[in-house]
């Protein structure tokens, strides 16, 4: 896959907050970066919205672009605040926004 050389993040995050705010289920997601076995991915959540518990890649880091949301890991839950990075553990883990919230999720795959 080829990719621009440079990426606006404001852009993509107020073009998928926009998006995710239409839908109905209250999110947008668009890959950014597919390297090999690295993925950066933009996902933007309405207030309220979340990802499902989900498998964890091989390594990830959520960087918080704009707005609060928590990993919810084994029933607890991690909040992550805006210019916030966190490491995802290997457990299955989801996404709950509790504000409009823009993440970059950077993951490494098999």
């Given at each position: 896959m080829t990719e621009p050389?440079?990426?606006d993040l404001?852009?993509?995050?107020?073009?998928?907050?926009a998006k995710?705010?239409?839908s109905p289920h209250g999110?947008?997601?668009h890959l950014l970066l597919h390297d090999?076995?690295?993925?950066?991915?933009?996902i933007a959540l309405t207030a309220g919205s979340a990802l499902d518990e989900h498998n964890a890649p091989v390594a990830a880091s959520l960087q918080v672009l704009r707005g609060r949301v928590s990993l919810t890991i084994a029933g607890r839950r991690q909040e992550v605040r805006a210019g916030e990075l966190h490491?995802?553990?290997?457990?299955r883990h989801g996404l709950l926004a509790h504000t409009d919230?823009?993440?970059?999720?950077?993951?490494v795959t098999n």
């Open positions: 050389a440079h990426i404001n852009a993509v995050a107020d073009e998928h907050a995710a705010a239409d999110r947008s997601a090999g076995v690295l993925r950066q991915t933009v490491v995802i553990p290997q457990d919230a823009v993440v970059l999720l950077t993951a």
